[in-house]
């Protein structure tokens, strides 16, 4: 048990495909706290244990903004159930995941993150 994090990919004329997993976390709080929030900014959602399994669709000012709170390490702190600790070394699979996600975004999909816990 815990908290798995998910990049995936969607094709945008495929409607009914749950899409493809590219990137994947796992117990990275801060980062599923960064997600709420922009989900929150969204959609009104204050509720942090609705905020499962739940598409956070992310565009290319999205990704701006992740990585300029990862290289400045203001991602939010983030508690939950198995939700595991912080690992420094993180911040580098993010950096990965945002520059995986720009590319996908350049070759036409859609690239979204989704979370089980």
Request: proline content about 3%.
């Amino acid at each position: 048990m815990g908290l798995d994090m998910y990049g995936g990919k969607i094709r945008k004329e495929e409607t009914s495909c749950e899409g493809q997993v590219f990137f994947q976390w796992r117990c990275h709080p801060n980062l599923h706290g960064w997600m709420f929030g922009l989900h929150s900014a969204r959609t009104g959602c204050s509720d942090p244990f609705e905020f499962n399994m739940v598409r956070v669709f992310l565009g290319a000012a999205d990704l701006d903004a992740l990585e300029q709170a990862v290289l400045d390490e203001r991602l939010p702190h983030t508690v939950g159930f198995f939700f595991g600790e912080l690992d420094p070394d993180q911040a580098e699979e993010d950096l990965d995941f945002i520059a995986q996600a720009r590319a996908l975004i350049n070759d036409g999909w859609d690239v979204f993150y989704n979370s089980w816990w």
